[in-house]
Nanobody, 126 residues
Framework: QVQLAESGGGLVQAGGSLRLSCVAS????????MGWFRQVPGKEREFVAA????????RYADSVKGRFTVSRNNDRKTVFMQMNNLKPEDTALYYC???????????????????WGPGTQVTVSP
């Protein structure tokens, strides 16, 4: 059974930092590119960042470029997202997701991602 478990969310003031982690089990982690998405109540879930299977390719939403960094450790079956200079508009439930891809491929459409974690809440106060 595949499981993704996010952690690291919390309450932080604007300008602060958080590091999210997502540990995977029940799958061959290196076969999957990994993505982070977020959702605010009443709004559509949106793409935030993604990292390729070997960690060499990353993609970011324009709203987080230069502030967020996604990375992974395949030995630990973990994907990370370092979030700096957080803004109140970053407040959301953050999900990690796994997408089975070829080595060089990196997709950002949530429809392509097969497995999802339950999410971790990030709240940024003004």
């Amino acid at each position: 059974q595949v499981q993704l478990a996010e952690s690291g969310g919390g309450l932080v003031q604007a300008g602060g930092s958080l590091r999210l982690s997502c540990v995977a089990s029940g799958l061959t982690f290196s076969y999957y590119s990994m993505g982070w998405f977020r959702q605010v109540p009443g709004k559509e879930r949106e793409f935030v960042a993604a990292v390729s299977r070997n960690g060499r390719i990353t993609r970011y939403a324009d709203s987080v470029k230069g502030r967020f960094t996604v990375s992974r450790n395949n030995d630990r079956k973990t994907v990370f997202m370092q979030m700096n200079n957080l803004k109140p508009e970053d407040t959301a439930l953050y999900y990690c997701a796994a997408d089975r891809t070829i080595l060089s491929d990196l997709r950002i459409s949530q429809d392509e991602f097969e497995y999802w974690g339950p999410g971790t809440q990030v709240t940024v106060s003004p």
